[in-house]
């Protein structure tokens, strides 16, 4: 996906840091793997790592002259809209370059427009350009957050990043946690921010301006409440419409190693279908789809999946023509040391459902290995269209709190998904409930209501808002083993019209996300259209569930262990004790996996805790 790192010193000579700038900009070598490039200068330095079909390998950073001071930009992700920016540069006689870089590009817009550039690209990007004019730094990200950048501070200036690891490579960073990135680690309400103690973070749709005075931020896009006027048949025409472009505007010229993880559900195969379509159209190969399985074979039902993909993604594989491959994952590689380290590399925090995202982790890695570079996924469609099932719960949507935080309530899980282990030290000082209610009321106190809305839509908003602002699709995994992950559904056009649609008209046909199967249904087969929402597939082979009560025992019995201290030991124990516990009880499983990867991240990032 590319990746930026630079810094900025209004006391030391930076040209002389070369070394360090390399050493930055080689943590996040997996981020872009098809080269690196570096510009210094003594008040400040950049690194760029690139990733190829994205914002590009060549030109970065791309530094131009303005009467003796430079302005140098870099950018990562995949922005759209830089043909109509490059066709108005020339209009305007700016000597853009034909061929111009996507950094080229956007330099020279900056300096025709200023920071309003961010509101000519849509698409998931983020921008770092120095203004050596104003000796200003400028940060900022695209209207969805499709990607990340965090700084923080250092003796006499900053350096910030496109990932953390980065930051904490700077020598004059500390790693240290403080009670607030605590709960953001180990509570399940909100995505972690930026976790370690003075670190900030760009948020999505801001621009941030850093100078020797400070700083200045700004928002450049809200999420607005407008009284949705279509009916039905309009709405889901529009939704098409609004799908078809976003895919035109995703799929690259170059089209090598383009491919789309391929679930059965509906998000993923809408995006599928219609990639597929647009790749015939202009006479492309055909697409390749990856799917994810296990050896073991044997399906499960539980609370939260109903069918197996394999046989939906192969309907779906056949029906639009694409070069199809089943990827089968041992469960027991699930739990191999490298496989920990490198998911928590991914995200430099422990995550919140391990089997989950160390399967999606290990999927990916065969995708990248097979060829894969561009990577087209239906995320977002569950926020988008109401698709999870706690969403279409009223008893969770009206809880009054965060309706996954009920859903882990309601079956025992008091604190959330995988807190039962701490001890009531932690937890007392962690106060998780009040954190819970504040972080929601916060959250739902920016919604703007309707005067027709009635108590069950302003709930739905409420809702939809949250999940639209705070949670947006993460392109970690995909970040880690060099893909670059689109997802079409996630555009800022079809956000801002599919917040506004009625809840009811939402479930059209009288099925979760039935605007979405019906905007894409004669694009698929009709099983698939028809298939209710099923979530990630996980391992039942009992011997995940074995090797994970060796680690802990191993983990117990281990007095420098750093996460012993934030733990009941003697829960802890008894549940080592226990594996047949182990391997009839997720959330069971969920509480050793969150110690697990406590102590991991403790460990590993040197974490000093300051509670």
């Known amino acids: 996906m590319s990746g930026v790192v630079g810094v900025v010193d209004f006391e030391r000579d930076l040209e002389r840091h070369r070394p360090l700038l390399i ?21 400040a330095v950049l690194g760029h790592r690139a990733l190829g079909g994205g914002a590009g390998a060549a030109d970065q950073p791309f530094a131009i002259d303005v009467g003796g001071a430079t302005v140098v930009a870099c950018v990562t992700g995949a922005p759209t809209g830089l043909g109509e920016v490059a066709r108005q540069l020339r209009a305007g006689r700016c000597g853009v370059t034909p061929g111009a870089s996507t950094a ?56 910030f990043a496109s990932e953390r690891k980065a930051l904490l490579a ?8 403080d009670m607030e990135g605590l709960r953001e680690v180990i509570a399940h309400a909100l995505p972690p921010g930026p976790l370690f103690s003075g670190f900030g973070q760009v948020d999505s749709a801001e621009v941030v301006r850093y100078g020797r005075s400070g700083w200045r ?47 059965g559900g509906i998000d993923s195969s809408s995006v599928t279908a219609l990639v597929a379509a647009e790749l015939r159209r202009r006479g492309a190969a055909d697409l390749r789809t990856f799917t994810v399985g296990f050896t073991d074979g044997e ?38 040391p490298d496989v920990r380290l490198g998911l928590m590399r991914a995200k430099d925090c422990p995550t919140r459902i391990y089997d989950m995202d160390a399967s999606q982790y290990l999927f990916l890695q065969h995708v990248a290995a097979a060829g894969g570079r561009i990577a087209f996924t239906g995320g977002m469609g569950d926020q988008l269209f109401h698709g999870a099932r706690w969403s279409t719960d009223p008893q969770l949507v009206d809880s009054g709190t965060f309706p996954w935080i009920a859903l882990a309530q309601r079956h025992g899980a ?35 209501f309707l ?82 929402q099923s979530a990630t597939p996980v391992s039942r082979n009992p011997a995940y569930a074995r090797r994970l009560q060796e680690e802990f025992t191993a983990i117990l019995a281990d007095p420098a262990s750093p996460v012993l201290p934030l733990i009941d030991i003697q829960a802890a124990a008894r549940l080592a004790e226990s594996p047949d516990e182990l391997v009839r009880n997720r959330l069971s499983r969920a509480d050793i996996d969150l110690v697990l990867q406590l102590n991991l991240w403790l460990d590993h990032y040197r974490v000093r805790l300051a509670l």
Not at 109 to 129: C, K, N, P, S
Not at 432 to 442: F, K, M, N, T
């Open 451 to 532: 005067p027709e809305d009635d108590e069950p839509q302003r709930r739905i908003r409420q809702l939809s808002h949250l999940l639209l602002t705070r949670f947006r699709t993460d392109a970690g995994l995909y970040n880690s083993v060099g893909l670059q992950m689109r997802a079409p559904i996630n555009s800022v056009e079809l956000v801002e019209y599919a917040y506004n649609i009625p809840a009811e008209m939402q479930r059209h046909g009288g099925i979760e996300k039935g605007l979405l199967r019906a905007a894409v249904a004669d694009t698929l087969p009709e099983k698939v259209v028809r298939r209710p």
């Open 104 to 159: 080229e590009l956007v330099a020279r817009a900056y300096l025709m427009w200023g920071e309003d550039v961010v509101r000519r690209l849509g698409g998931a990007f983020a921008l770092a350009i120095w203004d050596g004019r104003s000796e200003e730094l400028v940060l900022a990200r695209d209207r969805m957050g499709g990607q990340t950048l965090y700084h923080a501070p250092t003796r006499t200036g900053l350096v």
């Open 170 to 177: 700077h020598p004059e960073v500390d790693p240290v946690v």
């Open 23 to 43: 050493a930055l900009t080689a943590t996040m070598a997996n981020r872009g793997p098809d080269g690196e490039g570096f510009w210094l200068s003594p008040r």
């Open 217 to 263: 931020r700004h928002r450049y896009w809200e999420l607005e409440s407008r009284t949705h006027t279509d009916d039905v048949d309009a709405t889901v025409a529009r939704v098409r419409e609004l799908l078809e472009e976003n895919v035109r505007l995703s799929v690259p010229e170059d089209t090598d190693g383009l491919v789309a993880t391929l679930s």
């Open 414 to 448: 008091e604190n959330g998904f995988g807190t039962r282990l701490l001890n009531h030290d932690t937890l007392r000082k962690l106060d998780l409930p009040s954190y819970y209610r504040d972080a929601y009321a916060e959250s739902v106190a920016e919604v703007e």
């Open 299 to 336: 399906f499960q039902r539980d609370a939260v999946r109903d069918t197996q993909d394999a046989p939906f993604a192969r309907a779906v594989a056949e029906h639009v023509g694409s070069r199809h491959r089943l990827v089968e994952l041992d469960a027991r590689r699930i739990l191999d």
